[in-house]
């Protein structure tokens, strides 16, 4: 599908995120002179050509009381690394699932997984009994809890506008 200005200028404006206002998308087509049925109607054609593949959103879990974060890293054989990523994966409350390349010798770990609780003895607690579930509980492992947030936004293609500033979230 080639894109339009205007579609290429509504994916640059989605980057942003929507308002939250009763009708965001309305607002939004008002940022790009567009109606907000014309909006709706972009949006769908681009969902159907296969630009977009979902919506999602990103949730400031500190500002919802979640401050004991922790990073669960895991050194899982390699033959084990798939099914035990999909195990973890599937825990309601691992947010984020990965396998990454082990970094010898001082990085020995590499599956990834995030667990958010609002204090640390809940969440190793949550860990725990995770591990348990999963079967990854004589698994070598490390429990790292987050300490300040750099950013929290998602991914952006459009290229940053000149003068723009970047703010962290």
């Known amino acids: 599908m080639a894109l339009s200005p205007a579609d290429r200028a509504l994916l640059a404006a989605l980057e ?21 049925a014309e909006v709706l109607a ?9 630009v977009i593949n979902r919506a999602g959103l990103i949730v400031r879990h500190r500002e919802l009381g979640f401050r004991a974060n922790a990073m669960v890293v895991l050194d899982v054989p390699d033959d084990e690394l798939q099914a035990a990523g999909t195990r973890l994966a599937r825990e309601p409350s691992v947010s984020l699932c ?4 082990r970094r010898p010798p001082l990085w020995p770990y590499n599956l990834f997984s995030m667990v958010h609780g609002r204090e640390r003895r809940e969440t190793l607690r949550e860990v725990h009994a995770i591990l348990m579930r999963t079967g990854l509980e004589a698994v070598p492992r490390a429990v790292l809890f987050s300490t300040r947030r750099f950013i929290q936004r998602a991914a952006r293609y459009a290229p940053i506008e000149a003068g723009a500033a970047e703010t962290p979230a």
């Open 16 to 36: 942003e995120g929507l308002p939250l206002v009763p009708r965001p998308f309305a607002a939004l087509g008002a940022r790009l002179g567009l109606g907000e």
């Open 98 to 101: 990965y396998a990454r390349p």
């Open 42 to 50: 972009r949006l769908a054609a681009l969902r159907a050509a296969g």
